[in-house]
Nanobody, 116 residues
Framework: QVQLVESGGGLVQAGGSLRLSCAAS????????MGWYRQAPGKQRDLVAT???????TYADSVKGRFTISRDNAKNTVYLQMNSLKPEDTAVYYC??????????WGQGTQVTVSS
């Protein structure tokens, strides 16, 4: 199963920016879709953004216009650029890899905290 390692989380003031990275253990070109999810304390894990191996992207309504997902196939890495951060963006962010006919793979998560 593909291994995923997230990085880039941290503490930032409202209005600030962070970029998350997710490094995969094998070629992401062979992965049908990769995405970012987040889970705040006491809440379910929600979709933030996804990107297919064809480059098609989707976003949660709450992050449209502020977050951008991208991928670098040469580096086997997916990024989440987060701008204009709000306190409600505070959560643990998880990277996800979806390969058809196989269980999804998840990273260990990275904490993002936005102070007001």
């Amino acid at each position: 199963q593909v291994q995923l390692v997230e990085s880039g989380g941290g503490l930032v003031q409202a209005g600030g920016s962070l970029r998350l990275s997710c490094a995969a253990s094998w070629s992401i070109f062979s992965i049908n879709a990769m995405g970012w999810y987040r889970q705040a304390p006491g809440k379910q894990r929600d979709l933030v953004a996804t990107i297919t191996n064809g480059g098609r992207t989707t976003y949660a309504d709450s992050v449209k216009g502020r977050f951008t997902i991208s991928r670098d196939n040469a580096k086997n890495t997916v990024y989440l650029q987060m701008n204009s951060l709000k306190p409600e963006d505070t959560a643990v962010y998880y990277c996800n890899a979806h390969i058809d006919y196989f269980p999804d793979a998840w990273g260990q998560g990275t904490q993002v905290t936005v102070s007001s």
